[in-house]
């Protein structure tokens, strides 16, 4: 047996993933041609590299294939539910830095705030004879957090890709994304509403809690004490 670690297969995630575990003494390299997705480590014995796309590793993690993964803390609470059942934040890596928030039209002068918004929907809803949609690829976090603000009058519309333009495409009348500079948020003459955070997101190494460990402790603790990572208890009996 050997122990899996996801990683994502391409971009700064995977480049600054590499720098993260090779500054620890665990080199991580891609493998093959450059469209080929193989990799190999060095420096720990018993370890091997899953490339993977950054979207997939919550469900890898989850169903055990995988042992550890690296992915952004959003997604693993958007796509798995009840994450802290299914995996365990072994440590914060700190880049992929990204905020999920919940943005308007710059125009919506009365709307500054999650209120505002409420009672814009109830309003939207009364003279357009449909709910207020809002376009996003974060649907259980976007609906835990409204459901928390007890925001109810709204449609979500899903977008996997350049949401911000959802708005003028009028596919949606607010939009729920990750934004780090700002820049596609203005260009989109779009405002976030000032309690609309909804997330702040970075890259964490994660442990599966279903993998199957038995074989893989000793791989698993010489791991931890390279990186200085201290093990959860109850992650791997005995480990
Ligand atoms: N500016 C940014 N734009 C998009 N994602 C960002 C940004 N900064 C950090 N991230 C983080 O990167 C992760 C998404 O990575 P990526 O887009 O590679 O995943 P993906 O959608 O699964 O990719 P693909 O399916 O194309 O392989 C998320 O955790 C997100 O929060
Ligand atoms: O705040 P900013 O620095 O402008 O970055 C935010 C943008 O970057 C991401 O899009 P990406 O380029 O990954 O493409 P996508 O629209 O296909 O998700 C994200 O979805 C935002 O659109």
Redesign the pocket.
Known sequence: MSLRIGVPSKGRLMEKTFGWFGARGVTMARTGNDREYAGAVDGIAGVELVLLSAGEIPRELAAGRIHLGVTGSDLVRDKLADWPRQVVELAPLGFGHADLILAVPCCWVDVETVDDLDAAAAAFRRSHGHRLRIATKYHRLVRDFLTAQGVADYQLVDSQ????GTVKHQTAEAIA?????????RANHLKVLEDGMIHRSQAVLFAARTAPWTGDTETLRALARKLGLDLPGDLVPGA
């Open positions: 890709g350049a949401t911000e994304d990750i934004t780090s500079s700002g820049e596609t948020l």
